[in-house]
């Protein structure tokens, strides 16, 4: 199938690795140029560099911080420079851990990554697609909206909010041809998903490295290539009818 995106220019944040790197991927395998953005200044430009060899298509790397106003200013700088037609906002880790055990400096920390770090490139970038009547922000955030766990109290809340944000974004966004949704990955096979087990896996055997006995297998964990096919498709002309819902990509896990 044809997503019509070849030609198309999308920004990536988080992109260094994980499911970040993926959707870079994944886009740029559609022919689309690609602005990849995350705090790894080495990483990010060798995976930058790979994606313009695989692909064949220009891949430029901004290593910012987008926690700070002058690492969203630096991004923003750089996009435009170029067209702008998919923005994916996916940099953040918010800390696992119960109410009595994420600090306030943890809790805002992981908060100014993603939560506000969404928030605040969207604000930027937003006006810029409305003024030209299209494109898409896509939000990648976490089943912990659908599932709201105590051990993850945080990130349970982040995400909550962040699912509100993009519903209400695309809700009036979509009178100027601009889309906003979002997907909530569940356990995907990623660095971050083995740092949230060793958490679990501490917190009930008291042991952290028995992690992989938390790994579920009804439903088994996701892979990155799962999450990063889904996004392509729903940012591309294919979807153009899908807009201001969270969908949730872990093999039915939150149905349970």
């Not at 006995?213 to 002309?237: H, K, N, R, W």
Request: hydrophobic share 45%; with cysteine.
């Amino acid at each position: 199938m044809d997503l019509h995106l070849r030609g198309k220019r999308a920004v990536v944040t988080g992109a260094s690795k994980g499911i970040g790197r993926g959707v870079a991927r994944a886009l740029a395998a559609e022919g689309v140029d690609v602005v990849v953005a995350a705090r790894s200044e080495a990483q990010l430009s060798a995976e930058a560099d790979q994606i313009a060899a695989d692909f064949g298509v220009s891949a430029t790397a901004v290593p910012c911080d987008l926690s700070t106003p002058a690492g969203r200013a630096a991004l923003v700088e750089v996009i435009d420079g170029g067209p702008l037609d998919i923005v994916v906002n996916n940099a953040g880790a918010i800390p696992g851990g119960s109410l009595d055990e994420v600090d306030d400096q943890a809790w805002r920390e992981g908060w100014d990554l993603k939560v506000f770090g969404y928030v605040n490139l969207t604000r930027a970038l937003l006006p810029r697609l409305i003024e030209q009547g299209s494109g898409v922000v896509l939000n990648v955030i976490g089943s912990a909206a659908d599932r709201p766990n105590a051990g993850y109290i945080a990130g349970a809340a982040g995400n909550s909010a962040l699912v509100g944000f993009t519903k209400a974004i695309g809700a009036e966004s979509i009178r100027s041809g601009v889309r906003a949704l979002a997907v909530n990955p569940g356990l995907i096979v990623t660095d971050r998903m083995t740092d949230l087990l060793r958490r679990r896996a501490e917190s009930e055997y008291g042991d952290p490295n028995r992690w992989e006995e938390m790994i579920p297998t009804d439903p088994a964990a996701g892979t990155v290539e799962q999450v990063a096919d889904v996004v392509a498709f729903l940012v591309s002309d294919r979807a153009s009818h899908v807009n201001a819902v969270a969908l949730t990509i872990d093999g039915g896990a939150a149905a349970r």
